[in-house]
T-cell receptor, first 114, second 112 residues
Framework: GAVVSQHPSWVICKSGTSVKIECRSL??????MFWYRQFPKQSLMLMAT?????????EQGVEKDKFLINHASLTLSTLTVTSAHPEDSSFYIC??????????FGPGTRLTVL | TQLLEQSPQFLSIQEGENLTVYCNSS?????LQWYRQEPGEGPVLLVT?????EVKKLKRLTFQFGDARKDSSLHITAAQPGDTGLYLC????????????FGEGTQLTVNP
């Protein structure tokens, strides 16, 4: 299956700082990538859909100024959590969509904001 | 609004037992996917079912897509501790084929 990587796998930061998470599709080109947030023992919550070369589409209730998404190439999308606060602590997962509309997920990034 | 209802939400069984997880909706889907997720990792695609009535087997896992393409089930035979994880069903959203709607998940624990 297709491989999607995320970096970093975990990050701890101070409140008020910004954190950037990278998502890469390693062996295929992904015109669409997705960013999810997940709380313990719960399902995935879609935050935004990222299309290469265009602005991301955010789900209702997700602050676009807080969660900045950039999809500059067919293999890379980034999520920047700006001015992070403890309530932003979560598991963030990206996925990349193939031409068959199957999604392949990254390993996730654990963000802890102190 | 599409909803995928999974049941049960939590399941704790002994090694060797059989189990079935259900994924139901009032909507018709063109396809449905099952994922397994282990703690601290991203979901891994197990199978995609496309045809109504389709049955797919993956070792001890049997996946079925309902005839009307509104529901699906995952049956595990002789469960093992390695099967422990969060099982998620997902289907393409009405508004966009590439977006997925996820079920709430079934947290399975298989005790040795």
């Amino acid at each position: 299956g297709a491989v999607v990587s995320q970096h970093p796998s975990w990050v701890i930061c101070k409140s008020g700082t910004s954190v950037k998470i990278e998502c890469r599709s390693l062996d295929f080109q992904a015109t669409t990538m997705f960013w999810y947030r997940q709380f313990p023992k719960q399902s995935l919550m879609l935050m935004a859909t990222s299309n290469e070369g265009s602005k991301a589409t955010y789900e209702q209730g997700v602050e676009k100024d807080k969660f900045l998404i950039n999809h500059a190439s067919l293999t890379l999308s980034t999520l920047t959590v700006t001015s992070a606060h403890p309530e932003d602590s979560s598991f963030y997962i990206c996925s990349a969509s193939s031409f068959l509309n199957e999604q392949f997920f990254g390993p996730g990034t654990r963000l802890t904001v102190l | 609004t599409q909803l995928l209802e999974q049941s049960p939400q939590f399941l704790s069984i002994q090694e060797g037992e059989n189990l079935t997880v259900y994924c139901n909706s009032s909507s018709v889907f063109s396809s449905l996917q099952w994922y397994r997720q282990e703690p601290g990792e991203g979901p891994v695609l197990l199978v995609t079912v496309v045809t109504g009535g389709e049955v797919k087997k993956l070792k001890r896992l049997t996946f079925q897509f309902g005839d009307a393409r509104k529901d699906s089930s995952l049956h595990i035979t002789a469960a093992q501790p390695g099967d422990t994880g969060l099982y998620l069903c997902a289907a393409p959203a009405e508004t966009s084929g590439s977006r997925l709607t996820f079920g709430e998940g079934t947290q399975l624990t298989v005790n040795p």
